[in-house]
Protein backbone atom coordinates (compact mmCIF):
# COMPACT_ATOMS: atom_id res chain seq x y z
CA UNK A 1 0.00 0.00 0.00
CA UNK A 2 0.97 3.98 -0.25
CA UNK A 3 3.47 4.64 2.63
CA UNK A 4 5.87 7.15 3.82
CA UNK A 5 9.22 5.82 4.94
CA UNK A 6 12.14 7.03 6.09
CA UNK A 7 15.77 6.25 5.30
CA UNK A 8 17.64 6.42 8.77
CA UNK A 9 15.79 5.37 12.44
CA UNK A 10 18.54 6.91 14.77
CA UNK A 11 20.91 10.50 13.80
CA UNK A 12 23.28 10.90 16.04
CA UNK A 13 25.60 14.84 15.14
CA UNK A 14 27.69 17.04 16.99
CA UNK A 15 26.26 20.08 18.40
CA UNK A 16 26.87 23.33 15.75
CA UNK A 17 27.26 20.25 12.86
CA UNK A 18 24.04 20.21 10.09
CA UNK A 19 21.65 17.37 10.32
CA UNK A 20 19.82 15.95 7.29
CA UNK A 21 16.82 13.75 7.68
CA UNK A 22 15.44 11.84 4.95
CA UNK A 23 12.10 10.45 3.91
CA UNK A 24 11.22 8.73 0.60
CA UNK A 25 7.10 8.92 -0.32
CA UNK A 26 5.69 6.12 -2.55
CA UNK A 27 1.97 8.26 -3.41
CA UNK A 28 3.11 10.36 -6.63
CA UNK A 29 -0.09 12.13 -6.11
CA UNK A 30 0.79 13.48 -2.84
CA UNK A 31 0.98 17.36 -3.13
CA UNK A 32 1.83 18.55 0.59
CA UNK A 33 4.37 17.25 2.98
CA UNK A 34 4.82 18.16 6.48
CA UNK A 35 8.01 17.72 8.72
CA UNK A 36 7.14 17.53 12.59
CA UNK A 37 9.18 17.47 15.55
CA UNK A 38 7.90 15.28 18.69
CA UNK A 39 9.92 15.90 22.04
CA UNK A 40 9.09 12.85 24.46
CA UNK A 41 5.88 12.74 26.13
CA UNK A 42 4.45 15.56 23.51
CA UNK A 43 2.61 15.54 20.52
CA UNK A 44 4.08 16.07 17.10
CA UNK A 45 5.09 19.86 16.51
CA UNK A 46 4.89 22.04 13.23
CA UNK A 47 8.51 22.59 11.70
CA UNK A 48 7.90 23.49 7.84
CA UNK A 49 5.84 22.19 4.87
CA UNK A 50 5.86 22.42 1.51
CA UNK A 51 3.74 21.80 -1.35
CA UNK A 52 4.71 20.15 -4.40
CA UNK A 53 4.62 22.77 -6.56
CA UNK A 54 8.30 24.06 -4.82
CA UNK A 55 11.20 21.86 -4.35
CA UNK A 56 12.86 23.70 -1.28
CA UNK A 57 11.54 25.80 1.19
CA UNK A 58 13.23 27.61 4.38
CA UNK A 59 12.42 28.57 7.67
CA UNK A 60 14.50 29.45 10.58
CA UNK A 61 17.31 27.31 10.68
CA UNK A 62 15.57 24.81 8.74
CA UNK A 63 15.07 23.92 5.10
CA UNK A 64 12.83 21.34 3.36
CA UNK A 65 13.92 20.09 -0.33
CA UNK A 66 11.47 17.95 -2.36
CA UNK A 67 12.83 15.78 -5.27
CA UNK A 68 9.08 15.17 -6.84
CA UNK A 69 11.37 12.79 -9.29
CA UNK A 70 12.33 10.19 -6.69
CA UNK A 71 9.50 10.82 -4.28
CA UNK A 72 12.59 11.97 -1.32
CA UNK A 73 12.10 14.45 0.61
CA UNK A 74 14.93 15.69 3.42
CA UNK A 75 14.55 17.82 6.26
CA UNK A 76 17.71 20.15 6.62
CA UNK A 77 18.63 21.55 10.14
CA UNK A 78 21.61 24.13 10.60
CA UNK A 79 23.76 24.66 13.43
CA UNK A 80 21.69 21.82 15.26
CA UNK A 81 21.76 22.58 19.11
CA UNK A 82 20.98 20.03 22.05
CA UNK A 83 17.21 21.16 22.01
CA UNK A 84 16.27 20.26 18.10
CA UNK A 85 16.78 16.19 19.73
CA UNK A 86 13.87 15.04 19.50
CA UNK A 87 12.05 12.39 16.72
CA UNK A 88 11.24 13.70 13.82
CA UNK A 89 8.36 12.38 11.44
CA UNK A 90 7.92 13.31 7.83
CA UNK A 91 3.89 13.43 6.65
CA UNK A 92 2.72 12.96 3.46
CA UNK A 93 -1.16 14.22 2.70
CA UNK A 94 -1.74 12.03 -0.28
CA UNK A 95 -4.81 10.21 0.30
CA UNK A 96 -7.86 11.76 -0.11
CA UNK A 97 -11.57 10.25 0.59
CA UNK A 98 -13.26 12.35 -0.93
CA UNK A 99 -16.06 14.86 0.56
CA UNK A 100 -12.73 17.27 1.23
CA UNK A 101 -11.29 14.84 3.59
CA UNK A 102 -7.59 14.60 3.27
CA UNK A 103 -5.48 11.88 5.93
CA UNK A 104 -1.69 12.30 6.89
CA UNK A 105 0.22 8.97 6.32
CA UNK A 106 3.01 9.37 8.86
CA UNK A 107 6.84 7.43 8.51
CA UNK A 108 7.89 6.14 11.34
CA UNK A 109 10.21 8.52 12.44
CA UNK A 110 14.22 9.32 12.72
CA UNK A 111 15.65 10.01 16.35
CA UNK A 112 17.89 12.84 16.18
CA UNK A 113 20.80 13.04 18.94
CA UNK A 114 22.63 15.75 19.37
CA UNK A 115 26.27 15.56 21.29
CA UNK A 116 26.92 18.46 23.70
CA UNK B 1 -4.04 31.38 20.65
CA UNK B 2 -4.90 28.58 22.65
CA UNK B 3 -3.30 25.39 20.85
CA UNK B 4 -5.45 21.94 20.58
CA UNK B 5 -6.45 20.30 24.06
CA UNK B 6 -6.44 17.22 24.83
CA UNK B 7 -7.98 15.69 28.00
CA UNK B 8 -7.32 13.52 29.89
CA UNK B 9 -3.65 13.65 29.73
CA UNK B 10 -3.18 9.90 30.96
CA UNK B 11 -5.38 7.29 31.51
CA UNK B 12 -5.52 3.49 32.80
CA UNK B 13 -7.91 1.34 32.23
CA UNK B 14 -8.70 -2.59 32.60
CA UNK B 15 -9.52 -4.39 29.52
CA UNK B 16 -13.08 -4.51 28.80
CA UNK B 17 -13.78 -1.18 29.84
CA UNK B 18 -14.31 1.13 27.73
CA UNK B 19 -13.09 4.89 27.45
CA UNK B 20 -14.09 8.54 26.27
CA UNK B 21 -10.80 10.89 25.31
CA UNK B 22 -12.08 14.36 24.71
CA UNK B 23 -10.48 16.95 21.98
CA UNK B 24 -10.94 21.07 21.52
CA UNK B 25 -9.10 21.86 18.61
CA UNK B 26 -7.91 25.60 17.85
CA UNK B 27 -10.61 28.37 17.82
CA UNK B 28 -12.10 28.51 14.00
CA UNK B 29 -10.70 25.10 13.39
CA UNK B 30 -13.65 23.05 11.86
CA UNK B 31 -11.41 20.03 11.45
CA UNK B 32 -10.58 17.68 14.17
CA UNK B 33 -8.60 13.99 13.17
CA UNK B 34 -7.52 11.27 15.63
CA UNK B 35 -4.59 9.65 14.94
CA UNK B 36 -2.84 6.70 16.86
CA UNK B 37 1.01 6.50 17.80
CA UNK B 38 2.22 3.30 18.81
CA UNK B 39 6.15 2.14 18.87
CA UNK B 40 5.31 -0.48 16.67
CA UNK B 41 2.76 1.43 14.35
CA UNK B 42 4.25 4.79 14.39
CA UNK B 43 1.10 7.24 13.63
CA UNK B 44 -2.00 5.79 12.15
CA UNK B 45 -4.71 7.65 11.30
CA UNK B 46 -8.22 6.46 12.67
CA UNK B 47 -10.77 9.10 11.74
CA UNK B 48 -11.64 12.91 10.87
CA UNK B 49 -14.95 15.11 11.54
CA UNK B 50 -15.87 17.94 10.00
CA UNK B 51 -19.14 20.24 11.07
CA UNK B 52 -20.13 17.16 13.10
CA UNK B 53 -19.81 14.95 10.77
CA UNK B 54 -17.58 12.06 10.11
CA UNK B 55 -16.00 12.38 6.49
CA UNK B 56 -12.96 9.47 6.98
CA UNK B 57 -12.19 6.88 8.69
CA UNK B 58 -9.03 4.98 8.91
CA UNK B 59 -8.24 1.00 9.39
CA UNK B 60 -9.67 0.57 12.55
CA UNK B 61 -12.38 -1.82 14.34
CA UNK B 62 -15.74 -0.67 15.00
CA UNK B 63 -14.98 -0.74 18.68
CA UNK B 64 -12.86 2.70 18.11
CA UNK B 65 -16.04 5.45 17.45
CA UNK B 66 -16.12 8.95 17.63
CA UNK B 67 -18.08 12.29 16.91
CA UNK B 68 -17.87 16.03 16.67
CA UNK B 69 -20.24 18.80 18.61
CA UNK B 70 -21.31 21.70 17.16
CA UNK B 71 -18.34 24.69 18.96
CA UNK B 72 -15.95 21.64 17.20
CA UNK B 73 -14.84 19.75 19.93
CA UNK B 74 -14.43 16.14 19.44
CA UNK B 75 -14.62 12.98 21.78
CA UNK B 76 -13.26 9.33 20.51
CA UNK B 77 -14.47 6.56 22.40
CA UNK B 78 -13.15 3.21 22.75
CA UNK B 79 -15.23 0.19 23.68
CA UNK B 80 -13.88 -3.61 25.08
CA UNK B 81 -10.81 -2.21 25.39
CA UNK B 82 -8.16 -4.61 24.71
CA UNK B 83 -4.43 -4.52 25.70
CA UNK B 84 -3.14 -3.74 22.25
CA UNK B 85 -5.23 -0.45 22.68
CA UNK B 86 -2.32 0.98 24.89
CA UNK B 87 -0.72 3.88 22.74
CA UNK B 88 -0.57 7.36 22.55
CA UNK B 89 -3.80 8.86 21.28
CA UNK B 90 -3.14 12.06 19.36
CA UNK B 91 -5.54 14.89 17.85
CA UNK B 92 -5.16 17.41 15.19
CA UNK B 93 -7.21 20.34 14.45
CA UNK B 94 -6.98 22.04 11.04
CA UNK B 95 -8.46 24.97 8.54
CA UNK B 96 -9.17 24.75 5.38
CA UNK B 97 -8.46 28.29 5.17
CA UNK B 98 -5.74 28.52 2.56
CA UNK B 99 -3.59 31.34 4.17
CA UNK B 100 -3.39 29.07 7.19
CA UNK B 101 -3.72 25.53 6.15
CA UNK B 102 -1.69 22.93 8.44
CA UNK B 103 -2.34 20.24 10.94
CA UNK B 104 -2.06 21.28 15.04
CA UNK B 105 -1.40 18.32 17.05
CA UNK B 106 -2.18 18.44 20.66
CA UNK B 107 0.01 16.53 23.48
CA UNK B 108 -1.75 13.60 23.69
CA UNK B 109 -3.77 11.13 25.87
CA UNK B 110 -1.51 8.39 26.95
CA UNK B 111 -4.32 5.20 27.75
CA UNK B 112 -2.92 2.14 29.20
CA UNK B 113 -4.76 -1.13 29.21
CA UNK B 114 -4.18 -3.42 32.26
Known amino acids: GESVGLHLPTLSVQEGDNSIINCAYSNSASDYFIWYKQESGKGPQFIID?????DKRQGQRVTVLLNKTVKHLSLQIAATQPGDSAVYFCADQGKYSGAGSYQLTFGKGTKLSVIP | KAGVTQTPRYLIKTRGQQVTLSCSPISGHRSVSWYQQTPGQGLQFLFE???????NKGNFPGRFSGRQFSNSRSEMNVSTLELGDSALYLC?????????????FGSGTRLTVV
Open chain 1, 50 to 54: IRSNM
Open chain 2, 92 to 104: ASSSTDRANYGYT
Open chain 2, 49 to 55: YFSETQR
